[in-house]
């Protein structure tokens, strides 16, 4: 029934698909295989971004207007072994932020155990304001005992925990790693929320007030809206509210909300294209 219904969503919502998005060029050639993007809270101005496997371990600061403003190199010890996400949580202070990087690509079905790097930060927006590293650590995890291909992150801001969500299964699976912040460095097992009504997730954003959530497979872009008391398994585990409009990309898997939430964002792998486009489409659901 559940399927039944979101292709019935698909069918009834087809005309979503001639809304067009702002194009936003990306010349540089190190924004080449992006599998992540995420926005601040209190910062409409930059968008950091990670590419995947076979890549470089930086974190890439891109600017509204196309530019990569920054690069930020992140130390051997969390080697980029195949990064599929990122997102990110406000602490401290309000320029200050902690960036949740998801190493839990996992094509070849070989990995039993993942990692989430934490790089702490203190930012300030703007186009030629560099951001500070202030600290890293990285925390390790295992889901269900088994194997899994994961290349979505979800921070909750209602909970503190994050949300992990697997790719490849006749429906994606839900996993929570509770209160992150205080993870040490030992491997513990993440907690198995239940399925999605959908497969194939690459991607996904939980906006900074926790009520909105979009997931992106190669050729959809779904929206939850969360209901007071909802958890996020609870919202995630019944048929999506709304199909929201989404240009098909070249192997796109990133998406993130802009923090007024009037906006979410896209932007996929280069391919052989001298150029990729970051998408800015305005968020609307009647």
């Not at 995420?38 to 950091?48: A, N, R």
Request: net charge negative; hydrophobic share 40%.
């Amino acid at each position: 029934m559940k399927l039944y219904i979101i292709l019935l969503l698909i069918l009834v919502s087809s005309l979503l698909y001639s809304v067009k998005p702002e194009k936003i060029e990306i010349t540089h050639k190190a924004i080449a295989e992006i599998s992540g993007i995420e926005m601040l809270p209190c910062c409409d101005s930059l968008v950091f971004a990670v590419n995947d496997s076979g890549n470089p371990s930086e974190v890439y600061v891109l600017t509204l207007s196309g530019k990569v403003s920054q690069i930020i190199p992140i130390p051997k010890q969390f080697k980029n072994n195949d990064w599929e996400d990122i997102s990110a949580a406000q602490i401290g202070e309000p320029n200050q932020a902690v960036l949740f990087i998801a190493d839990t690509g996992n094509n070849k079905l070989l990995k039993t155990s993942y990692e989430i790097v934490l790089l702490f930060i203190t930012f300030k927006c703007g186009e030629d304001i560099p951001v500070q590293v202030d600290s890293l650590k990285s925390i390790k995890f295992t889901m269900d005992k088994s194997t899994y291909d994961a290349e979505t992150l979800l921070y909750d801001t209602q909970s503190g925990n994050l949300y992990v969500i697997t790719k490849w299964s006749e429906f994606s699976k839900v996993f929570e790693i509770s209160h992150p912040l205080t993870r040490t460095s030992d491997v513990f097992p993440a907690r198995f929320c239940g399925q999605l009504p959908i497969s194939i997730v690459t991607g996904g954003d939980l906006d900074d007030t926790g009520k909105m959530l979009v997931l992106k497979t190669y050729i959809e872009v779904y929206f939850w809206n969360r209901q007071p008391g909802e958890s996020i398994w609870d919202m995630c585990s019944r048929t999506p509210d709304a199909l929201l409009p989404y240009k098909s990309e070249p192997q796109g898997e990133a998406i993130c909300w802009s923090p007024d939430n009037k906006f979410y964002y896209t932007l996929s792998e280069r391919k052989s294209a001298k150029s990729v486009f970051l998408y800015k489409y305005l968020f609307s659901v009647d």
